[in-house]
């Protein structure tokens, strides 16, 4: 017999990993619950040693779990700290108290856009946001007019439809002729668009409307600005800015706008949304206008 085949006999089989016993998973649930325990407890504690507290009213809702599918309001005591945001008290909140409780966040630097919320009554950034700024208690909801998918996560999956229906891509009718040659813009064009660059998809304006609450075919302030964007840049070829013009000019489209500035006063960016929908609508009436 080959010292190969002799090896092969001789290893042994890898075992399985064993289930844990009904009494293991008893354990690890009670350990699991006292160290949710003592985190809570941790948490109450600071916020006795801490000079202020503010109090979150978070909403809940959880479609999966039972007896939490009905939504609800939970409290949530944290202590205060210069340069609190809304979103450093959300992470307090579930890291000592439920860690169950659902947000979306990431660059926490006001230019990822996921962690837009509905804060005392007002569509804002979390991470933006100051905790100072705001009465106490501080009311945190999901954006209004999206459907909820749990606790304040929201499903964002119309928001990007429409942004990508007015096809936000250019296609110039020239190209540069050298082969490192650059598609050159004016600074004075640069400077008509500039504001309409800084749209970081956060919804927070297509929340704000509401055309957009009961039309659920309308384009939305953030996507007809996403065809400014580049129907406006001096780049953009005539038959393409011809052709996304069509887009903006159909009935769900810029003619639905009522000029309630809504969007405007809750862009976390500034963007002038109105008065880029405004333009659109004139640069329309341009662009159909025949004279004989």
Request: aromatic share 8%; charged share 35%; proline share 5%.
């Given at each position: 017999m080959?010292?190969?085949?002799?090896?092969?006999?001789?290893?042994?089989e890898?075992?399985?990993?064993?289930?844990?016993?009904p009494?293991?998973?008893r354990?690890?649930?009670?350990?699991?619950?006292a160290e949710?325990?003592?985190?809570e407890?941790?948490?109450?504690?600071?916020?006795?040693?801490?000079?202020?507290?503010v109090?979150l009213?978070?909403?809940?809702y959880?479609?999966?779990?039972?007896?939490?599918?009905?939504?609800?309001?939970?409290?949530?005591t944290?202590?205060?700290?210069?340069?609190?945001?809304?979103?450093?008290?959300?992470?307090?909140?579930?890291?000592?108290?439920?860690?169950?409780?659902?947000?979306?966040?990431?660059?926490?630097?006001?230019?990822?856009?996921?962690?837009?919320?509905?804060v005392?009554?007002?569509?804002?950034?979390g991470?933006?946001?100051?905790?100072?700024?705001?009465?106490d208690?501080v009311?945190?909801?999901?954006?209004?007019?999206?459907?909820?998918?749990?606790?304040?996560v929201v499903?964002m999956?119309?928001?990007?439809?429409q942004?990508?229906?007015?096809?936000?891509?250019?296609d110039?009718e020239e190209?540069?002729?050298?082969?490192?040659?650059?598609?050159r813009?004016?600074?004075?064009?640069?400077?008509?668009?500039?504001?309409?660059t800084?749209?970081?998809?956060?919804?927070?304006?297509?929340?704000?409307?509401?055309?957009?609450?009961?039309?659920?075919?309308?384009l939305?302030?953030?996507?007809?600005?996403?065809?400014?964007?580049?129907?406006m840049?001096e780049?953009?070829g005539?038959?393409r800015?011809?052709?996304?013009?069509?887009?903006?000019?159909?009935?769900?489209?810029?003619?639905?706008?009522?000029?309630?500035?809504?969007?405007?006063e809750?862009?976390?960016?500034?963007?002038?949304?109105?008065?880029?929908i405004?333009?659109?609508k004139?640069?329309?009436v341009?662009?159909?206008?025949?004279?004989w």
């Amino acid at each position: 017999m080959s010292t190969l085949e002799q090896e092969t006999e001789t290893e042994a089989e890898p075992e399985a990993e064993a289930e844990p016993s009904p009494q293991e998973s008893r354990m690890d649930a009670k350990r699991a619950r006292a160290e949710a325990q003592e985190r809570e407890r941790q948490a109450r504690e600071e916020v006795i040693d801490a000079d202020e507290s503010v109090t979150l009213k978070v909403f809940r809702y959880d479609p999966e779990v039972e007896g939490k599918e009905e939504p609800r309001f939970d409290d949530f005591t944290v202590p205060f700290h210069k340069g609190m945001t809304v979103l450093d008290a959300l992470i307090y909140a579930r890291d000592h108290y439920d860690s169950s409780l659902t947000f979306r966040h990431s660059c926490r630097q006001a230019v990822c856009g996921s962690d837009a919320l509905f804060v005392n009554g007002q569509q804002r950034l979390g991470c933006k946001t100051q905790v100072a700024d705001l009465d106490d208690p501080v009311r945190i909801e999901p954006l209004p007019h999206q459907d909820v998918v749990k606790d304040l996560v929201v499903d964002m999956e119309h928001f990007y439809e429409q942004m990508h229906a007015v096809e936000p891509y250019f296609d110039p009718e020239e190209l540069p002729e050298g082969e490192y040659e650059e598609q050159r813009q004016s600074p004075e064009n640069r400077e008509k668009i500039k504001m309409s660059t800084r749209c970081i998809w956060c919804g927070a304006c297509m929340s704000s409307c509401n055309i957009a609450a009961g039309d659920n075919k309308y384009l939305g302030p953030a996507a007809i600005n996403n065809a400014y964007r580049f129907a406006m840049d001096e780049r953009e070829g005539e038959a393409r800015k011809e052709d996304r013009m069509r887009i903006v000019e159909q009935e769900h489209g810029v003619w639905r706008c009522q000029t309630q500035f809504s969007c405007t006063e809750v862009c976390p960016k500034d963007i002038p949304l109105t008065e880029h929908i405004q333009e659109l609508k004139r640069e329309a009436v341009k662009s159909n206008l025949k004279f004989w």
